[in-house]
């Protein structure tokens, strides 16, 4: 039997921790909510961005690069998304798990690979695959700005139109719901119409409080009538498409982050909840020895008495 | 007629405009009620929008893309 002072010493510290991992869970559901709050800001211009390109491409037949698959370079770039910090039960695991199935498919194939890394934990992971990594983000705030996420996406681009990779692939975590989220593998490069729909229906959530929207039906087709383009479909779409790709990761680390959030909070409730349990467990065992000890002690009471009785 | 003007970071502005003043990459042009539908490259610096009181907005932009829809729908997306 423990002594009760080490059972009271480990039901403080037990305490202790829930307390942090509770206050962890509070400010997790806070940022998450924040993330979410600010992801959704995009979605009007991702809408409108969509029916434009919809437009733009029945207009023209000659296509930007970036809608087009490099048919000579064999190489391919996958940009891996996790968060900085741990602490998030298995988010980053899953994202690294599909990361390594695709790479295993690359080395199958024998095609060249490059990796860049968004996240500290990403980093890690491509710094132990052979001297593919070929840069590396850390460090983004918990909302990320434009400013911070557009040199990812300009990277992209060049590379690819130095002909460094032919496509990029992007592994990262989908924001489903606040208690669900999934590591996803997604095209980003070359742009497609399907790619882009799926980051305007991708920017809410399936359920829960920003689910709802008054104007979410993206199948509108106003292009019916004649529409005057100036100067080129193809100037603009020069513009576009570039600004769609910048769009696109603009939000995918946004979701990874609100993921992230969402992730911790999960994890840490857990924690706490199973602190709580460990805490009551100790209770009982603290409670059985302190009554022990005072059964003890009175059948020695007893035992003492009844020795002196039997002297006299 | 109704305008919108949204970046990635939020929207600018939304709501009832009487005219507006655009740099396209090909000159200045003015968006008045029932133009033609229009897609145009934008130019820095600014868009202007003169509402029913002849109130004047100026937005600065960096670039951007209009889009004139017909029902004189106005969208602009933009970067800063």
Request: net charge neutral; aromatic share 6%.
């Amino acid at each position: 039997m423990p002594s009760t002072k080490l059972v009271k010493q480990r039901i403080r510290s037990v305490k202790n921790t829930a307390q942090i991992t509770k206050a962890m869970e509070v400010v997790s559901a806070t940022k998450m909510r924040h993330a979410q709050e600010f992801a959704l800001r995009a979605r009007p211009y991702a809408i409108a961005s969509l029916e434009m390109l919809r437009g733009l491409l029945l207009k023209t037949t000659d296509l930007p690069d970036l809608l087009r698959e490099h048919s000579r370079v064999n190489a391919k770039l996958i940009l891996v998304v996790t968060s900085d910090k741990g602490l998030a039960g298995s988010l980053n695991a899953n994202v690294l798990r599909k990361a390594d199935a695709w790479i295993r498919e690359c080395r199958i194939r024998n095609t060249p690979f490059i990796i860049l890394a968004v996240g500290k934990k990403a980093k890690e992971y491509a710094d132990r695959q052979q001297g593919s990594l070929c840069g590396a983000f850390v460090g983004f705030g918990d909302v990320a700005t434009l400013f911070e996420t557009s040199p990812i996406a300009d990277m992209i681009v060049q590379g690819f139109e130095a002909e460094s990779w032919g496509t990029c692939d992007v592994v990262y975590t989908h924001f489903r719901t606040t208690l669900s989220q999934e590591a996803v593998l997604r095209r980003v490069l070359p742009v497609t119409r399907a790619g882009i729909e799926e980051i305007v229906r991708g920017i809410l959530p399936e359920h829960g409080k920003y689910a709802e929207l008054p104007h979410g039906d993206l199948a509108v087709s106003r292009y019916a009538f004649e529409y005057a383009y100036e100067p080129s479909p193809h100037e603009i779409l020069d513009w576009l498409v570039p600004e769609l790709l910048r769009m696109h990761v603009h939000h995918i680390i946004l979701e990874s982050n609100a993921s992230e959030h969402s992730a911790r909070m999960v994890a840490m409730k857990h924690a706490t909840d199973n602190a709580k349990e460990l805490v009551s467990d100790l209770t009982l065992t603290y409670n059985k020895v302190r009554q022990a000890g005072i059964t003890r002690e009175l059948t020695e009471i007893t035992a003492g008495r009844e020795a002196l009785e039997n002297n006299y | 007629m109704t305008l919108g003007i949204y970046t990635l970071q939020g929207t600018l502005f939304q709501g009832h405009v009487k005219k507006i003043i655009a740099t396209t990459t090909a000159g200045e042009i003015t968006i008045l009620d029932h133009h033609i539908p229009l897609v145009a490259r934008l130019a820095s610096p600014s868009v202007r929008l003169v509402d029913a009181q002849e109130k004047e907005t100026i937005i600065k932009i960096t670039s951007g893309v209009l889009e004139v829809r017909g029902g004189s729908e106005v969208f602009i997306l933009a970067t800063q």
